[in-house]
């Protein structure tokens, strides 16, 4: 074999050793990225889906779009993606509810949160708040406990789903005050307030940002935060942990690709995201609506859902929650 033969080879096999690494670094390049959120268009969850796709495609020169499919309380969406071709172009936008409680409240279920996924980011923390119809007579937290006491099974309560952190919300409050409601469960959120404006529900423990413009307009009355501290936001509105010790509700976002998407592409995403929640923009743009922008690394998110993971499954025992 000539020298230049072999020279040649050698090239030949550099060249195809090093395809791989140059496709991962041209990520995405020509090809659609696609971020399913597993909830319906206007939640919060799309919300934050729609701003990491804008800033995604602006940041990294491809194209990302957001691709809503519901039910489930988020099962359905998550399940899709987790059984999707491994190749960092099918991502999901994750909640506590699909990588969290779930797995705690439903008997069986269609993925493994942990091992068909890899963590990106969380993108998000978003409050919970406790809100009333303005007919029920109780204007204040221990008003309304007092007034479920008395009357068990009398009143419901709307989430946007079974599992969803807005059901569970409540369902740790029933276990932290002893109280009854029914639950109605939803396909949305803005279904939920739809149906509280009109009484059909007396009341909602609902993403901040879906029903708070309802509240600055005096047409819902909001009771109490279910976060451990009051929210800037809303200063003058107690957190329920004043009247019942410990107690947190907080809804979470975050971005996920499938478990076997090459960790190049998944450490790159991450990396994007990081920065996207620490634009300036970005973080106004989200304080406006209550919601605090998070960007942490895929080892903090990785912590983060072991932990809440561990937690919703003790209320869900707690509150005798179980989904067949």
Known sequence: MTKFTRRALLAGAASLIAAPA???????GSKVVTIVVPFAA??????LGRILADRLSARLGGKFIVENR?????????AAVARSEPDGYTLTMGTVSSHAI??????????DHIKDFAPISQVASVPNILMVNLDLPAKTVPELIELLKKNPGKYSFGSSGAGTSTHMAAELFKVATGTDMVHVPYRSSGQVTQDLLSG????????????????????IRALATATPKRLAVAPDLPALSEFIPGYDASSWHGFFAPSKVPPEIV????????AIMREPAVIEQLKKLGVDAVGSSQAEFTTHIANETKRWA???QKANVRIE
């Open 70 to 78: 519901v039910g489930a309380g988020g099962n359905t969406g998550a």
């Open 267 to 274: 450490a790159k995403l991450s990396t994007e995201t990081q």
């Open 200 to 219: 059909q529900i007396q009341l909602t423990f609902d993403n901040i940002t879906i029903a708070w413009p309802h509240v600055e307009a005096g047409k």
């Open 102 to 111: 779930n797995p705690g409240v439903y008997a069986k279920m269609p993925y």
């Open 22 to 28: 140059l496709a991962q670094s041209a990520y995405p």
């Open 314 to 316: 003790e209320v869900a």
């Open 42 to 47: 206007g939640g919060t969850t799309d919300l």
